[in-house]
Nanobody, 125 residues
């Protein structure tokens, strides 16, 4: 069983910043691709960013490229999402996900086997 716990969400004004963290259990973290997804009310879950197991490759949705940065600390079993220049359309529940098959290049939620419970990010305009 893999458990993922997100933290760092909250309320922020447009143009502000937040850093989300995702703490993972288990010893397979370092071999897993990690992704961030988000789901706004009434909408489907969408891809935000992903990082390969070793951190050497990253992938971003066009909507966040240049504003968000994904990173990981394998020694601490933690993945981060630094969010800058936040916009109201970034408002959503943000989920951390893990893919033990390291398919970081897949952007579909179905490619990830393990999910956290999510953390709410609300950006006020």
């Amino acid at each position: 069983q893999v458990q993922l716990v997100e933290s760092g969400g909250g309320l922020v004004q447009a143009g502000g910043s937040l850093r989300l963290s995702c703490a993972a259990s288990g010893r397979t973290f370092s071999s897993s691709a990690m992704g961030w997804f988000r789901q706004a009310a009434g909408k489907e879950r969408e891809f935000v960013a992903a990082i390969s197991s070793g951190g050497g490759s990253v992938y971003y949705a066009d909507s966040v490229k240049g504003r968000f940065t994904i990173s990981r600390d394998n020694a601490k079993n933690t993945v981060f999402l630094q969010m800058n220049s936040l916009k109201s359309e970034d408002t959503a529940v943000y989920y951390c996900a893990a893919d033990p098959r390291n398919r970081y290049y897949y952007t579909g939620a179905s490619g990830y086997a393990y999910w956290g419970q999510g953390t709410q990010v609300t950006v006020s305009s």
